[in-house]
């Protein structure tokens, strides 16, 4: 079993850039595909990127596609969402997720593992 913590965030001004940082630990972190997901106020949650358990391949949602990158470090059992060119409509708390099997899927409830969550808002 795997345990996340995510890290960063916070308040970014439209057309600005953060990074978020998500800790894992109590398990063989490269044995687990990770990705991100969101949830905007008053919207159901959705998926924004995962990455295969070697870092060889990501995969994104189209609304993030060439803004935000997605990044996996084993050795720190770390994996990073770089995001850029936000905008106000990427406001939400951002979690990631773990799943210990290969495949990379878009779908939250195939990821068994998720942290707390950390909060990003997109000022216009």
């Known amino acids: 079993q795997v345990q996340l913590v995510e890290s960063g965030g916070g308040l970014v001004q439209a057309g600005g850039s953060t990074r978020l940082s998500c800790a894992a630990s109590?398990?063989?972190?490269?044995?687990?595909?990770m990705a991100w997901f969101r949830q905007a106020p008053g919207k159901e949650r959705e998926f924004v990127a995962a990455?295969?358990?070697?870092?060889?391949?990501?995969s994104y949602a189209d609304s993030v596609s060439g803004r935000f990158t997605i990044s996996r470090d084993n050795a720190k059992n770390t994996v990073y969402l770089q995001m850029s060119s936000l905008k106000p409509e990427d406001t939400g708390v951002y979690s990631c997720a773990a799943r210990p099997l290969p495949s990379i899927v878009t779908i939250q409830h195939q990821y068994p593992y998720w942290g707390q969550g950390a909060q990003v808002t997109v000022s216009s």
């Open positions: 109590g398990s063989t972190f490269s044995g687990y595909v």
């Open positions: 990455i295969r358990r070697s870092g060889d391949i990501a």
